[in-house]
């Protein structure tokens, strides 16, 4: 009978194959990084843009619902919330109709402020002679409508003014309408801001003209353009 046995491996055969094992694991882990790294930044600048660690919570709704969600988002901040501090109503009675804004609690300067006033002729009077000959020209009239003027100013501010014929004797014929605010998004420069001030001083006047009846105002039936700085 042959003696058969199993050759020997030759010298060497067994540190070869752990190079080779050694040398595909190597491989693998360079694949692994190069797939891996545009994942994680991918990743990464996914949660860089959405953030999901923040919140903005604004209202849906606010200041004798003329002012809604989308008018406030030009204004605030990337995480934060809006509260509503807000009196009075747009109906023509005393007391006048206040309504703020403010960002994350804080009081001194409002996100948005509208307020509507009863003003004497003196003060209606200067605001309609604002951009005549010798007066100021930093504001820009807005074209409201008949018996309607209104101001924006390079920093935003709305002044709107119209004479109600529809109010009591005992009380002011006239009414102002002031829009402004502290943006926490942006500056009060910008177009976006401004032009959420004009639109929201122009819905104010639309729901206080039509709650009053005061048939001697005739507003522009769709928002009017925001003038240049």
């Known amino acids: 009978m042959s003696d058969e046995r199993t050759a020997p491996a030759p010298a060497g055969t ?3 194959a752990l190079r080779e094992v050694a040398r595909a694991r190597t491989q693998r882990r360079r694949w692994l990084a190069i797939i891996g790294l ?27 619902s003329v002012v809604t969600k989308a008018d406030l988002k030009p204004l605030a901040g990337d995480d934060g919330t809006a509260t509503v501090d807000s009196s009075g109503d747009l109906s023509g009675r005393l007391p006048y109709p206040d309504c703020r804004i403010y960002w994350n609690g804080a009081k001194r300067k409002p996100l948005l402020s509208v307020t509507v006033l009863h003003p004497s002729d003196t003060v209606y009077n200067h605001v309609l002679g604002l951009g005549k000959p010798g007066t100021s020209l930093d504001p820009r009239p807005i074209e409201l409508g008949a018996g309607v003027t209104g101001w924006i100013t390079r920093d935003a501010n709305v002044d709107l003014v119209y004479r109600c014929d529809a109010v009591a004797a005992a009380d002011s014929p006239f009414r102002e309408i002031l829009v402004s605010g502290s943006p ?24 206080a003209i039509r709650a009053e009846g005061c048939r001697s105002a005739a507003l522009v039936a769709s928002q009017p353009a925001t003038p240049a700085q």
């Open 14 to 16: 067994f540190e070869t």
């Open 38 to 64: 545009p994942v994680v930044a991918a990743a990464g600048l996914g949660a860089w843009v959405w953030k999901p660690w923040q919140s903005v919570n604004l209202p849906e709704s606010a200041c004798w």
């Open 184 to 207: 926490v998004s942006g500056d009060s420069h910008s177009t976006s801001v401004r032009e959420a001030h004009v639109g929201l001083a122009w819905r104010t006047a639309a729901a």
